[in-house]
């Protein structure tokens, strides 16, 4: 009985790794997936202020 349990203690705690690295490369693609998307909205807010400055200057020289 108290093998029996050993065993399947051992089993649980070998899932509950394999779930919790599992957990963690999620964890890690999505702190990878949010840095991508804070990058790219960056690079757009950058380049739509850049273009809006380009034109109001452009309208400003004409």
């Given at each position: 009985m108290g093998r029996?349990?050993?065993i399947r203690?051992?089993?649980g705690d070998r899932h509950m790794?394999?779930?919790t690295e599992r957990r963690t490369e999620a964890m890690?693609?999505?702190r990878?997936?949010?840095?991508?998307?804070?990058?790219l909205?960056?690079?757009f807010w950058w380049a739509w202020v850049t273009k809006?400055?380009?034109t109001s200057s452009n309208e400003?020289?004409?």
């Open positions: 029996w349990y050993k203690s051992r089993d790794r394999r779930t890690a693609w999505d990878r997936i949010d840095w991508a998307v804070r990058i909205k960056r690079w809006l400055k380009n400003l020289i004409t």
